[in-house]
């Protein structure tokens, strides 16, 4: 969201209000949407990880360009969500912007792009612009993207693309060239929150149900809200949990040297039903790791795997920071022992001596 702010100091617009986070992406779109002709190009990629957001920034987007109170000073945010077009587009109702992405399949194919071509130049039903949403753009065949480029060269002036895909790099240069790249950034567990519970209410209920997995959850989904939800919903969650749970007691039992045959019970517990389980699992410890080591240089530092941030800084209190960066050290040698394949037990072994809990 922006707020566009009079010089008073009076917040005369809300732009974008249903984006979360984002903040200086939705300035610079914003600031182009509140002129009277709004001078945005004719394509847009959107680029971000899964679940962060691109197809709602789309949407929001699109309403915003054609909001029939776009430039009205009355209206409190834009979009509106209150015009014709607002509400069409919404509910997906709006003949004018179309939506198209793999269809099921594995990539969005030349097929779905030649439909494109033809229906690009019949003028639009309803609205003045014509929008065209391309979901998971970054499975694009290379037949596709040529046929695509050809219409990014010289689209009609009422067209407007959003190419939306997780990874530019898959895009032809000649492609990013003619269409900025609008990047979409990781949430933050704040932000995740809020964003999981606006696009899903009822997950209010889950949260209140069990706040400590809902919690993990997030913390585990990287800044992606559609993940956490998939998350939430799934058989993962359980795993999730208990693997956030094996976490936080390794870094008690490592914090004390006094553990070490009770650390490595734990970890012939945990880490040794497969090699995908002990990488993971290995993966969990080190986000862990890398929070307690944060925190040591800086109290509000932003942690990605800890939620409750007192108990966080109590743990990190019990290490020195030249044992955290041991641990550390030996987890990622120890994760990349067993992407070599390397045995897992005696992976383990090797990694408790390496920080001195092994006698
Ligand atoms: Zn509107």
């Given at each position: 969201?922006?707020?566009f ?23 610079r ?16 990629i ?94 694009m ?66 949260k ?12 585990s ?28 007691k390794?870094?008690?039992?490592a ?31 080190s ?8 925190l040591?240089?800086?109290s509000?530092?932003?942690l ?45 072994i ?10």
């Open positions: 969201m922006y707020n702010v009079s010089k008073g100091g009076v917040v005369l617009k809300e732009v974008f209000p249903k984006i979360i986070g984002n903040s200086e992406l939705c300035e779109l914003a600031k182009s949407l509140l002129s009277e002709d709004p001078d945005l190009p004719h394509a847009y959107i680029e971000g990880a899964y679940g962060t957001g691109k197809r709602t920034l789309a949407i929001e987007l699109a309403k915003a360009l054609v909001c029939e109170n776009r430039t009205s000073p009355s209206a409190s945010a834009l979009p509106c969500d209150n015009c014709r077009s607002c509400r069409n587009i919404a509910k997906g109702i709006c003949p004018d912007v179309i939506e198209i992405g793999t269809d099921g399949k594995a990539s969005v194919g030349v097929d779905a792009i030649r439909d494109l071509r033809r229906d690009i130049h019949i003028y639009p039903n309803d609205l003045d612009r014509k929008i065209y949403i391309i979901n998971d753009a970054h499975t065949t290379a037949q596709a993207q040529n046929a695509l480029l050809l219409t990014l060269e010289e689209p009609p002036a009422y067209a407007f693309i959003l190419l939306l895909c997780e990874n530019s790099a898959l895009l032809l240069e000649t492609i990013k060239s003619r269409a900025p790249t609008i990047r979409m950034k990781p949430l933050s567990p704040e932000e995740t929150e809020r964003a999981m519970l606006a696009s899903d209410p009822s997950l209010e209920t889950k209140r149900s069990d706040p400590a997995l809902f919690d993990d959850i997030i913390m989904a990287n800044g992606s809200a559609g993940l956490a939800s998939d998350l939430l919903s799934g058989k993962e969650a359980a795993r999730i949990a208990e693997m956030r749970r094996a976490s936080e390794f870094c008690i039992l914090s004390n040297p006094a553990k070490s045959s009770a650390l490595l019970i734990h970890l012939t517990e945990v880490c040794t039903q497969s090699r995908e389980t002990a990488k993971d699992q290995l993966e969990s410890f986000l862990a790791v890398r929070d307690l080591t944060l040591k240089r800086d509000d530092a932003p990605r795997f800890f939620s409750d941030r007192e108990r966080a800084t109590d743990l990190s209190d019990s290490f020195s920071l030249r044992r955290l960066l041991l641990i550390s050290d030996a987890l990622l040698e120890a994760i990349s022992a067993l992407e070599r394949n390397m045995n897992t037990r005696l992976t383990l090797s990694m408790l001596s390496r920080f001195g809990m092994l006698n």
